[in-house]
T-cell receptor, first 113, second 114 residues
Framework: GNSVTQMEGPVTLSEEAFLTINCTYTATGYPSLFWYVQYPGEGLQLLLKATKADDKGSNKGFEATYRKETTSFHLEKGSVQVSDSAVYFCALSAPNTGNQFYFGTGTSLTVIP | DAGVTQSPTHLIKTRGQHVTLRCSPISGHKSVSWYQQVLGQGPQFIFQYYEKEERGRGNFPDRFSARQFPNYSSELNVNALLLGDSALYLC?????????????FGPGTRLTVL
């Protein structure tokens, strides 16, 4: 089946610290992988995506590389800001399932000044 | 262009009642999906519609139903509400059914069942 496993939170970092949020997946076929961010009281916003192995998605200083050999899509940022405080969701969309998304449980990030 | 819109923003119902949630996709998008997000969890897939036809259904009881209209907007209906139906209901739209297509989410409808 298709599933996503995310690093447990919550994560608390000081401003300018390095961020890694781990994400691994199980999927039939070759999925597309996504990171979404959710700010308090809001819906999900796409942060970045990668649609094939070795692709690197990047946006707003965040990066994630699609690693087929380790079935991983870890999210990284070199220097976090207070405004990055949010919940981050890893998700996949597998072939032959239409456009259905499978989400991880989310990782809450708090960045303190 | 406007993003995905959902109404209402918040809703309070009592057990046993019925609720209808509405969603308008991004202009030009023909696919609408519905997700349930319980507090502290990731979104769970409920339904997907494309060109007014149901294309996918998650593991939810028959109390949940949905439809898509000719203008591609969609409604999610939940009958005989239970306390456990309290959640944020998210609508997402995409241009097609390809697995590489991004889903764009609305702000959600917060349903509270008392």
């Amino acid at each position: 089946g298709n599933s996503v496993t995310q690093m447990e939170g919550p994560v608390t970092l000081s401003e300018e610290a390095f961020l890694t949020i781990n994400c691994t997946y199980t999927a039939t076929g070759y999925p597309s992988l996504f990171w979404y961010v959710q700010y308090p009281g809001e819906g999900l916003q796409l942060l970045l995506k990668a649609t094939k192995a070795d692709d690197k998605g990047s946006n707003k200083g965040f990066e994630a590389t699609y690693r087929k050999e380790t079935t991983s899509f870890h999210l990284e940022k070199g220097s976090v800001q207070v405004s990055d405080s949010a919940v981050y969701f890893c998700a996949l969309s597998a072939p032959n399932t239409g456009n259905q998304f499978y989400f991880g449980t989310g990782t809450s990030l708090t960045v303190i000044p | 262009d406007a993003g995905v819109t959902q109404s209402p923003t918040h809703l309070i119902k009592t057990r046993g009642q019925h609720v209808t949630l509405r969603c308008s996709p991004i202009s030009g998008h023909k696919s609408v999906s519905w997700y349930q997000q319980v507090l502290g969890q990731g979104p769970q897939f409920i339904f997907q519609y494309y060109e007014k036809e149901e294309r996918g259904r998650g593991n939810f009881p028959d109390r949940f139903s949905a439809r898509q209209f000719p203008n591609y907007s969609s409604e999610l209906n939940v009958n005989a509400l239970l306390l456990g139906d309290s959640a944020l209901y998210l609508c997402a739209s995409s241009s097609s059914l390809g697995s590489t297509d991004t889903q764009y989410f609305g702000p959600g409808t917060r349903l509270t069942v008392l």
